[in-house]
């Protein structure tokens, strides 16, 4: 059985930084709009404090190496495995989570939408670096 290769956890980690903050760069604005922020108030929140980027960061290597485990214990080793195993973890753990909020938080489905859109990306990059990469 192999081990978790750390190199692949930090670069699958970087990805889902990388392709998460694209996707909130492109649902940005409907995100703001569906948390009732008014448009003047969006220029002061486009970019995120110093220590708020380094908790996502932290997030997302948390992330990619609790992955990183289920990759190796479960023996995926090929990118069609990987994404089977992401988008049973998505559907396990982010959707599950995000329906519970829209239905006990009155969060708008919209929103959760968007979330679960941005877990799914972020998931599906991280399990198919770390399922193929050896």
């Given at each position: 059985?192999?081990?978790i ?21 492109v ?5 703001m709009k ?7 108030a ?12 380094l908790?996502?960061?932290v997030?997302s290597?948390v992330?990619?190496?609790?992955l990183a485990?289920?990759?190796v214990l ?5 990118w069609?495995g990987?994404?089977q195993l992401g ?8 959707i599950?989570l995000l329906v519970?909020?829209?239905?006990w ?6 929103l959760a939408?968007?979330h679960?859109?941005?877990w799914?990306v972020k998931?599906l990059?991280i399990v198919?670096?770390l399922?193929?990469?050896?």
């Open positions: 059985m192999l081990g290769n750390y190199l692949a956890v930090v670069v699958a980690a970087v990805a889902a930084f990388v392709v998460s903050t694209v996707w909130y760069i649902f940005g604005k409907e995100m569906l948390q009732g922020v008014k448009p003047d969006m220029a002061d929140m486009e970019t995120p404090q110093p220590w708020k980027i908790v996502e960061i997030r290597l992330v990619a190496y609790v485990r289920f990759v479960l023996g995926v080793v090929e069609m990987a994404v988008v049973w973890v998505w559907i396990g753990f982010p599950t519970g909020s829209v239905v938080e009155n969060i708008p489905w919209k939408a968007i679960a859109g941005d799914l998931i990059f198919v670096i399922g193929v990469w050896r």
